[in-house]
């Protein structure tokens, strides 16, 4: 055994592999010592790029505009740290020096306030991917906890094209099933799904059906393995349950289009209320009704290392570990950021 816990072949697979996380939730909410300790702690277990949810559905222009300019002088501030990502080498390059590659991403297109050209702009600010819908309906189709399936509608075509056109990737996690299937027939690239499980293991409006994840690998996209106990299954967030929805998923789609969308929330007790008057994380949970969730467990970025051995104990490949931890992702951001 040797570092992490872990077996001597499991570390040096990890150390050398990159690893990256495609949803890391980052509104400033919780507590801030929390907050400050993420980042150093996924570095520290392997994570080579992550991902950051700056702005979600509940989120307008001026809000988001904000977040955005915060967090990139924060992270150019921190040079010797970390590596603010506009493209496929600049991950390269954080690896190769040892620090951590940072990029944006939104949960929802409400940010877009109705104006498509406002894709292009946030994605010259770093934001490389978009899911179009979370939970609920919006301008653009309905969510995935819509008592309606109404699909996408034509607002959401044109960003559908729009995101073609710059090069963001389009991500079709907490969507609704016929909303999913259109983004998968309307783009011309890969759809992602940043952050999902395996419905077939665990019922779960916020999972995916065996013919979304076929669709999504015939677009040529990837499906992140979320990392949330309650999408996992009965709270269960080992890592040997992470590797049975990544098992599942590879049957079906193949191990190249798997990847990690671990979704950690940082601070849990602030997962649906504030915390010492700092905004919960997900005010979605709250104005639905929805019962208070702090009792929901979350894979932490310490137990990574332990996937990558339970991977090689479920006889992957290395090349497919390799593409499961990070290289699947950095393949479709390759092919589809301009």
């Known amino acids: 055994m040797t570092d992490w816990n872990v077996s001597a072949a499991a570390a040096a697979l990890h150390r050398d592999a990159l690893v990256w996380d495609m949803t890391l939730p980052w509104r400033d909410y919780g507590a801030p010592e929390l907050r400050s300790a993420t980042l150093p702690r996924m570095a520290a277990h392997g994570v080579g790029f992550v991902s950051l949810t700056l702005a979600a559905d509940w989120s307008g222009v001026p809000e988001t505009a904000h977040k955005i300019a915060k967090e990139r002088a924060w992270f150019q501030a921190r040079g010797d740290r970390y590596v603010l990502v506009e493209g496929v080498d600049d991950i390269e390059r954080a690896q190769r020096e040892g620090k951590l590659a940072v990029g944006f991403h939104f949960q929802g297109s409400n940010p877009l306030n109705y104006d498509v050209n406002l894709v292009e702009v946030y994605y010259q600010l770093g934001v490389r991917h978009m899911l179009l819908a979370y939970n609920s309906r919006n301008a653009t189709g309905d969510g995935c906890n819509?008592?309606?399936?109404?699909?996408?509608?034509?607002?959401?075509?044109?960003?559908?094209?729009?995101?073609?056109?710059?090069?963001?990737?389009?991500?079709?996690?907490?969507?609704?099933?016929?909303?999913?299937?259109?983004?998968?027939e309307a783009s011309?690239?890969?759809?992602?799904?940043?952050?999902?499980?395996?419905r077939a293991l665990w019922e779960h409006r916020r999972n995916v059906r065996?013919?979304?994840?076929?669709?999504?690998?015939?677009?040529g996209g990837v499906i992140g393995v979320s990392g949330v106990g309650i999408f996992l299954g009965d709270n269960d967030v080992s890592a040997a349950r992470v590797v049975d929805h990544i098992d599942h998923i590879a049957g079906l789609a193949g191990p190249e289009h798997v990847g990690l969308g671990l979704d950690y929330v940082y601070d849990q007790d602030a997962l649906t209320r504030g915390h010492n008057t700092r905004p919960a994380w997900n005010p979605d949970e709250a104005a639905f009704g929805n019962t208070r969730r702090e009792d929901v467990r979350y894979f932490p970025p310490e137990h990574l290392p332990r996937l990558t051995e339970a991977l090689?104990?479920?006889?992957?490949?290395?090349?497919?570990?390799?593409?499961?931890?990070?290289?699947?992702?950095?393949?479709?951001?390759r092919r589809v950021w301009r």
């Open 188 to 198: 011309r690239d890969p759809v992602i799904l940043s952050h999902v499980n395996a």
């Open 146 to 184: 819509e008592r309606t399936d109404g699909g996408l509608s034509r607002f959401g075509i044109s960003v559908v094209e729009e995101m073609n056109r710059v090069g963001m990737l389009i991500d079709g996690t907490h969507c609704g099933y016929r909303t999913t299937m259109g983004l998968f």
């Open 312 to 333: 090689l104990a479920r006889n992957y490949a290395e090349s497919e570990v390799r593409g499961i931890l990070g290289g699947n992702w950095l393949r479709v951001a």
């Open 210 to 219: 065996d013919d979304q994840i076929k669709a999504c690998a015939a677009s």
